[in-house]
């Protein structure tokens, strides 16, 4: 009997392995409600847990799958189960999953044509239907990426390489107070200095302002310097809010400036009404990010940078013949005729992301997607009803997006012991672990925020979680 070849499993050994993977994953989508939404573990006690010796030696797989479903999975944040309205939640779904596990099982390399045509046919498939949806021309483009910090660099270092023709010290990009800190990230990986990056005032509404924005243009040309690129918000995470997209287009029209919107959040709403009206003018950008690990409902990790005119990610990310990889020459040969989506991102080595969005679309049809989104709306409008009605809130955001912001009310305090109520109040959700709700700060103040965008979700868990947290900023609030 032949030896068996290294790191190799035998079928029977396979089938066993992959039951036993599958029964887990199947168990935790049936019972995640069940279970708490956060636990956090001491670094003390996963050392005790999970450290060990490097290995010489095997350990039979099937201990090591019962240490993951034991020690492991429940011991996080779970941004999938119905009740964490935390951050930006994600949401699955069982066909994207197992598009994962297809995706890994074959291991396609998609960073070229030659090596996985049909695969990239699917991916340009994918870009396609998403341009569509945000309303980009049949000459737009994009990329899959790991998410929307690696869209939104890119899509700088797309604007700066079409308006600029590359670095320029004197290039300046406007952002609001708030967007995302992955720009602010992205713009010093690529170097940008910090006098480089604008940022404007907001509205009442934290929408970017106009006004602010156009003198801050101004003042730069007159200095000398190179307005090159504003990048609005397609629904900002702090609380959902959707810069002036139209008017924004005409600003940048007008000042030749490149429009980005950051939509890794808000942008794939546009599939319904209320987010299309919301969205307004975003079809007039030069360039959108768009996660569907969020709102689109994938497993991490899928973000999108999708682009008015494809040319200009090759523009910026392929690399000239005389550093091309002398390896790659029989790649490149056909490129007239060929999609290499290495030649429009930063990555070489790339896997098949673009299946999992694939699979569960055809499964389901945007008509489910589309239900599935006006139900995070929804929930969003109930708890803020719920929280007028308890009389014990200040909304401080109303629901838009998705999101809702909210603080405690007691005219016994001042705006200090608020904020230590509401930071007290997070701990104690967390311990609790019914429901996972966290703070964030608004015009210098601590408030709760929800993100009830999981179709799972319902009005009964909406109301229960508003409840908890009211009984317990009333007990910190005695002690305050």
């Known amino acids: 009997m032949p030896q068996r070849a290294p790191l190799q499993l035998s079928h029977d050994e396979m089938q066993a392995l992959g039951a036993q993977a599958l029964k887990l994953v199947i168990h935790h989508f049936e019972t995640n409600r069940e279970n708490p939404v956060a636990v956090t573990l001491p670094r003390a006690q996963t050392e005790r847990m999970l450290r060990t010796a490097l290995p010489e030696q095997a ?5 090591l799958v019962d240490i993951l479903a034991r020690d492991v999975f429940p011991n996080a944040l779970k941004s999938d189960h119905p009740r964490f309205y935390a951050f930006v939640p994600s949401p699955t779904n069982f066909v994207s999953v197992i598009g994962d596990l297809l995706i890994s099982g074959h291991n396609l390399f998609a960073g070229h044509w030659m090596a996985a045509s049909a695969a990239g046919q699917i991916e340009i498939n994918v870009i ?176 999108c940078l999708l682009v008015r005119d494809a040319s200009v990610l090759q523009q910026a ?39 999992k969005l694939w699979l569960s679309m055809r499964a389901f049809g945007l008509g489910e997607f589309r239900r599935a989104i006006e139900s995070g709306f929804e929930m969003a409008d109930h708890a803020e009803r719920t929280l007028r009605a308890a009389g014990t809130w200040e909304v401080v955001t109303p629901s838009q997006m998705g999101v809702v912001t909210f603080r405690w009310r007691d005219a016994t305090k001042t705006d200090a012991q608020i904020d230590a109520i509401t930071r007290e109040t ?43 947290l009211g009984r317990f900023s009333a007990a910190v609030g005695a002690d305050v």
């Open 59 to 63: 350990t039979p797989v099937r201990e």
């Open 317 to 355: 990310f392929r690399v000239e013949d005389e550093d091309h990889a002398d390896y790659l020459e029989d790649v490149t040969r056909h490129v007239q005729h060929d999609v290499n989506f290495y030649e429009c991102g930063v990555q070489l080595t790339r896997s098949f992301k673009a299946l």
């Open 128 to 303: 396609d239907w998403l341009n569509e949806l945000v309303g980009f021309p049949k000459e737009g483009g994009g990329i899959l990426v790991s998410g929307g910090s690696m869209a939104n660099l890119s899509a700088i270092a797309a604007a700066r390489e079409s308006r600029l023709g590359g670095p320029n010290e004197k290039a300046i990009v406007y952002c609001s107070d708030q967007t995302h800190s992955s720009m602010a990230k992205g713009l010093r990986i690529l170097g940008f200095r910090p006098g480089q990056k604008r940022t404007i005032a907001t509205d009442h509404g934290l929408r970017l302002s106009i006004p602010a924005l156009e003198a801050a243009i101004a003042e730069d040309r007159a200095a000398g310097r190179l307005p090159f690129c504003v990048v609005a918000n397609g629904g900002t995470t702090n609380t959902g809010a959707v810069d002036p997209l139209g008017p924004l287009a005409d600003v940048c029209a007008r000042e030749k400036l490149w429009l980005h919107v950051d939509g890794a959040y808000g942008a794939a709403a546009v599939i319904t009404e209320r987010g299309r009206a919301a969205l307004a003018g975003m079809e007039r950008a030069d360039s959108i990010t768009l996660d569907p690990h969020k709102w689109l409902f994938q497993p991490y990790e899928l973000g």
């Open 426 to 468: 997070v701990d104690l959700m967390r311990e609790d672990g019914y429901a996972l709700v966290m703070s964030t700060a608004l015009n210098g103040r601590a408030v709760l925020r929800l993100c009830p965008i999981n179709p799972a979700t319902n009005t009964g868990e909406i109301e229960e979680t508003i409840a908890r």
